[in-house]
Antibody, heavy 122, light 105 residues
Framework: EVQLVESGGGLVQPGGSLRLSCAAS????????INWVRQAPGKGLEWVSV???????YYADSVTGRFTISRHNSKNTVYLQMSSLSGDDTAIYYC????????????????WGEGTAVTVSS | QMTQSPSSVSASVGDTVTITCRAS??????LAWYQQRPGKAPKLLIH???SVPSGVPSRFSGSGSGTDFTLTISSLQPEDFATYYC?????????FGGGTKVDFK
């Protein structure tokens, strides 16, 4: 069974840093596209970042330069290192598997984890 | 930029509900729809504008290409009362619509 489990969320002060983890099972992260999507309290979904199987990474403008996505292949885990955090980063962060349509550069987000909550507050 | 309408709709069990999503530029057919129930993670309903993954009930259908897309829920069931989001996958950054909440009339 394909599964994603996020961890690492919590309360952090403005300006602080936090690292989220996404542990995968049922598939190999290094062969797939792994995304981070967040949802602020009472708000809609916001895509944050993706790491491709070839290691390429892409970010939302709102986090570029502050967030870094990475992976540890032997642990089958993807990380989101977040720094210079502000209240606008308060959200549930979801890890999600992207599925590529063969022959295209398009992928859709298929399997989602349950999310981990990040609160930025003093 | 993805614009969904309406932002909310009230409906009854058995109704047909239609949600639209408009892209600010041509996104070909690279659009997905997700359902999110309160306190839960989103769930994929439709990808590539009209492809329904296995396990998704046949009452969910999608159509459109270019800039205008539609999600149709036929014969609304109690478990369908939720919030629905569209999302473009044509270019980075990926973007979601603002959501459409379907609630009881």
């Amino acid at each position: 069974e394909v599964q994603l489990v996020e961890s690492g969320g919590g309360l952090v002060q403005p300006g602080g840093s936090l690292r989220l983890s996404c542990a995968a099972s049922g598939f190999t992260v290094s062969s797939n596209y792994i995304n981070w999507v967040r949802q602020a309290p009472g708000k809609g979904l916001e895509w944050v970042s993706v790491m491709y199987n070839d290691g390429s990474t892409y970010y939302a403008d709102s986090v570029t330069g502050r967030f870094t996505i990475s992976r540890h292949n032997s642990k089958n885990t993807v990380y989101l290192q977040m720094s210079s955090l502000s209240g606008d980063d308060t959200a549930i962060y979801y890890c999600a598997l992207g599925v590529v349509i063969t022959g295209t550069d398009y992928f859709y987000i298929d399997v989602w984890g349950e999310g981990t909550a990040v609160t930025v507050s003093s | 930029q993805m614009t969904q309408s309406p932002s909310s709709v009230s409906a009854s069990v058995g109704d047909t509900v239609t949600i639209t999503c408009r892209a600010s530029q041509d996104i070909r057919s690279w659009l997905a729809w997700y359902q999110q129930r309160p306190g839960k993670a989103p769930k994929l309903l439709i990808h590539a504008a009209s492809s329904v993954p296995s396990g998704v009930p046949s009452r969910f259908s999608g159509s459109g290409s270019g800039t205008d897309f539609t999600l149709t829920i036929s014969s609304l069931q109690p478990e369908d009362f939720a919030t629905y989001y569209c999302q473009q996958g044509d270019s980075f950054p990926l973007t979601f619509g603002g959501g459409t909440k379907v609630d009881f009339k």
